[in-house]
C-alpha cells in the first residue's frame, strides 16, 4: 500500500513540472526532453542526500521516473498546443 501512495504522489509532482517547463518554454520539443533529462538526473543526487550514500537500485528509479516523465511530458505538451493554437485563432 505505500509503494501505490508514494506513486500517486509521484505523478502530480511530475505533471508540474512538465506544466512548468511547457510554460516557460515555446519550443514544445525542449519542453518535452529537458524535464525528461533533468529530473530523473536529480534522483540519485537526492537520494545521496538523503541516504548518505547512492542506493544500487537508484538506476532501476531513474530509468522508471524518465519513463513516467516523458509521457507526462507528451501528455502535457498536447494541452499546451491546443491551449497554444486557440490563443493563436483569438478564441
Request: aromatic share 10%; proline share 5%; no cysteine.
Amino acid at each position: 500500500m505505500g509503494d501505490l501512495i508514494g506513486f500517486l504522489l509521484v505523478i502530480p509532482v511530475l505533471a508540474l513540472i512538465a506544466v512548468g517547463f511547457h510554460y516557460l518554454l515555446s519550443n514544445r520539443i525542449l519542453a518535452i526532453v529537458i524535464p525528461t533529462l533533468v529530473v530523473p538526473l536529480l534522483l540519485p543526487i537526492i537520494d545521496y542526500f538523503t541516504l548518505g550514500y547512492i542506493d544500487p537500485f537508484t538506476i532501476i528509479a531513474v530509468i522508471n521516473v524518465a519513463i513516467l516523465m516523458l509521457v507526462i511530458s507528451v501528455l502535457v505538451s498536447v494541452f499546451f498546443k491546443k491551449h497554444r493554437q486557440v490563443k493563436e485563432q483569438g478564441l
